[in-house]
């Protein structure tokens, strides 16, 4: 099983940036997956997940409205479009595997984990 993040890099103030998590080894209709960041110096932070199958999304408040999950079963790819990003936005992006719960919509309990993709907004 792996999780290999991409599309990470430096963006204004106001840009957007699409991060995609390709997976191998899991079947994304039966996990919840979600992204997480960690800007430098914080506690790492739920961003987005997708769970139910695919079916539901849920979001942090911070980034509600702005950022998209979302993903493609036949590429067993998932996705977080950035739209407006901000200075806070600025983190290691990761996306990270649950095994249990696939109706939780929550953050907590998430097992498998990227090696993180840098995002920068100046």
């Known amino acids: 099983v792996q999780l290999v993040e991409s599309g990470g890099g430096s963006v204004q103030e106001g840009g957007s940036l699409t991060l995609s998590c390709a997976t191998s080894?899991?079947?994304?209709?039966?996990?919840?997956i979600g992204w997480f960041r960690q800007a430098p110096g914080k506690e790492r932070e739920g961003v987005a997940l997708i769970y139910g199958g695919g079916t539901r999304r849920y979001y942090a408040d911070s980034v509600k409205g702005r950022f998209t999950i979302s993903q493609d079963n036949a590429r067993n790819t998932v996705y977080l479009q950035m739209n407006s990003l901000k200075l806070e936005d600025t983190a290691v992006y990761y996306c990270a595997v649950r095994y249990r719960g696939l109706w939780w919509e929550s953050f907590a309990g998430f097992d498998d984990w990227g090696q993180g993709t840098q995002v920068t907004v100046s």
């Open positions: 080894g899991y079947d994304l209709t039966s996990h919840c």
